[in-house]
């Protein structure tokens, strides 16, 4: 509520796309003068949307990665409680699937990396020709 009248608070969200100003027209960010500002802090955050997506990918590679890790530990562990000959046909399966899930968190881990980067040289590009929307980003 507001102290001088018991109107509550207008909230400005920018709703149609473009922020009106006192004249009417929409926010500019000045550089270019063709796109209004609210596009193009729209796009940068679908970027940083799709930055938190690949870094959600890159912590499940990481995670998948680990996985074999901790079994072949727990192997190595309690190998003195089994002979390999008795169990040999239970470990090559095992083993592969292993290897299987290390190949799929390396890919994981590779890919996320890649996005990331590219999605950083994305948003670099976006502050640099906009230098007025680099104070919001960095």
């Excluded at 960010?29 to 500002?37: R, Y």
Aim: aromatic share 6%; hydrophobic share 40%; no cysteine.
């Amino acid at each position: 509520m507001n102290m001088e009248t018991d109107e509550p608070p207008k909230l400005d969200n920018g709703v149609g796309g473009s922020r009106a100003t006192k004249t009417g027209k929409p926010e500019r960010v000045g550089e270019s003068g063709d796109e209004p500002i609210n596009l193009i802090l729209g796009e940068i955050q679908v970027l940083l949307a799709e930055k938190r997506t690949a870094l959600s990918s890159l912590r499940t590679g990481i995670a998948i990665f680990a996985l074999p890790l901790s079994v072949l530990s727990v192997l190595i562990a309690t190998s003195r409680y089994y002979s390999f000959g008795k169990v040999m046909p239970l470990l090559v399966p095992l083993l592969l699937l292993n290897l299987g899930l290390v190949i799929l968190g390396s890919w994981l881990i590779y890919i996320s990396i890649h996005r990331i980067r590219h999605y950083e040289h994305r948003i670099r590009e976006l502050t640099q020709k906009y230098h007025s929307i680099a104070e919001f980003i960095e």
